[in-house]
């Protein structure tokens, strides 16, 4: 019984013990008036009686009152089980879709994390109308029949593929007019696609990891037979082999410095760096050490550094991995003409969490890259060409490097890119704690070509 009722009814009978009394005074007052009007009894006798009733009335009334207190220990008891109401609104509020289901199948009840899953409520209609997983519906007809709860994973292949872990369990549910009590279950749903693409990825990265090594290895050891080989004595062949093979040493030093360093930020992006770093300073410096790069390459190279930019929270080695690596790009697949610009972004580009940013972006008028790839350069080992990346002793991994050191330093980028036009890489970076507004917003102060 509810609170509520309980007090409804205690209050109930403290008013007809009330009336009780009043009625009774009244009765007695009656009595003893009629008694003394007819002559039955003295004034004396009247009064007596009068005294002694009201004292048995008043006595009953009180010990009546302490009945009645019982019922406070009955609406403080502690309840002794959940009301429907309050188990309906707990499963309603469940993040993991859940279903039940009666005794022939029909869903009795779903809660509402489970209508994107379901496209409705799905109430009064078969399990096997709303989830097309075979082995659901096994398990199911399995927990009707008596069989404990079964655990079942199935995949959902349109319009995303998602993987799903269903739990199935039996549950007595009441039946009929007389509470009888009938076999149901219970379907509980749990999301595993994270999970099944964080293993895939790892998976990948292992084979790729593996694959990217294993081609200089080969080329390696072919080039160590040759050399033992019939180029033995040949010494101009002998100097080309050595070349390639120092080449092919350099790539797999660098892959596995990509690895590592990766491996190293991804350990660390929850640690927010702190010092104050100057990043015009920081592209100046990689420009210079790219700069024998430059002129190889025979590029036209403009810079464009805002002055007295506030200093970016960071790590200096870490930004010079992220400019080195989106310079290095523009220099290997733009065309002759990069422009590097350091600046304050606009406020309207701030951050909500992080507050004002400075950017660098690095701008290229090369071939450009297709809007299929862009949300996926910065996955590890993605090329949009392996072989031009190869060729240019690229790894693949210099982008994903990227990514995760703007990540640790709570910054984020942006790529646009326009076939046959060129692609402009943007990072921000927050300012350093106590960051000043610069005194001038990104006016170009140096330009070099
Ligand atoms: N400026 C750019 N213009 C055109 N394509 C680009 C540009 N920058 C990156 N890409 C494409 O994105 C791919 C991934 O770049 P990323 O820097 O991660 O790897 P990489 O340059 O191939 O190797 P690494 O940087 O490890 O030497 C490149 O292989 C290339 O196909
Ligand atoms: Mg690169």
Redesign the pocket.
């Known amino acids: 019984m509810s609170e509520r009722r309980l007090l409804q009814l205690r209050d109930l009978a403290r008013r007809t013990r009330a009336r009780d009394l009043l009625f009774a005074f009244l009765a007695l007052g009656a009595g003893l008036a009629a008694a003394l009007a007819f002559g039955g009894i003295g004034w004396r006798g009247g009064f007596l009686v009068a005294a002694g009733a009201g004292v048995v009335l008043l006595a009953r009334y009180f010990w009546g009152g302490r009945a009645l207190a019982t019922t406070d220990d009955l609406t403080q008891a502690p309840p002794q089980g959940l009301s429907l109401a309050t188990a309906e609104a707990l499963v309603e509020r469940l993040p993991e879709p859940l279903l039940v289901l009666d005794s022939e199948g029909r869903i009795l009840f779903s809660n509402s994390a489970s209508y994107s899953l379901l496209g409705s409520s799905g109430v009064r209609r078969h399990i096997s109308a709303v989830l097309r997983a075979p082995g659901v519906l096994e398990a199911v007809r399995l927990v009707l029949g008596g069989s404990g709860a079964q655990r079942v994973e199935y995949s959902i292949p349109v319009p995303v593929e998602r993987h799903m872990l269903a739990y199935v369990a039996p549950i007595p549910l009441r039946v009929g007019d007389n509470g009888a009590e009938g076999p149901g279950a219970i379907i509980v749903l749990h999301e595993l696609t994270a999970q099944k693409r964080l293993e895939q990825m790892r998976v990948d990265f292992v084979a790729n990891a593996s694959h990217e090594l294993r081609t200089p290895l080969a080329s390696l050891s072919g080039y160590i037979d040759t050399l033992r080989g019939h180029a033995r004595d040949d010494a101009v062949a002998r100097e080309r082999f050595l070349e390639i093979m120092g080449e092919q040493a350099g790539r797999m030093r ?2 596995i410095e ?1 690895l590592l360093s990766l491996s190293r930020i991804e350990l660390n992006e929850h640690v927010r760096p702190e010092h104050a770093v100057d990043l015009g300073g920081v592209v100046r410096d990689v420009l210079d050490a790219l700069a024998p790069q430059v002129a190889a390459r025979g590029v036209e190279l403009e810079v464009e550094i805002a002055p007295d930019l506030p200093p970016v929270a960071g790590e200096r080695d870490e930004l010079i991995q992220v400019v080195q ?2 310079v ?3 220099l ?3 065309g002759g003409r990069v422009v590097i610009r350091a600046g304050a972004a606009a406020p309207s580009d701030a951050d909500v969490r992080h507050g004002r940013a400075n950017f660098v972006a ?1 701008q ?1 008028f ?4 297709a809007r299929a ?1 862009l949300p996926r ?2 996955e ?7 072989q ?3 060729q ?11 990514k995760h050191i703007v990540n640790r330093h709570r910054g984020w980028m942006s790529i646009e ?1 326009q076939l046959g036009e ?2 402009t ?1 943007t990072v921000f970076l927050p300012w350093a704690e106590g960051g000043e507004q610069p005194a001038r917003r990104s006016a170009p102060s140096e330009t070099a070509a």
Do not use: E, Q
């Open positions: 660098r892959l990509d690596n989106l290095d790009n523009a290997k697949y733009g690095v290229d090369g071939d450009g890259i790839h350069l910065t590890r080992f993605y090329r949009v060409d392996v031009r990346s190869r240019t002793g690229g790894t693949g991994l210099g982008l994903a490097i990227v890119s060129g692609s890489f």
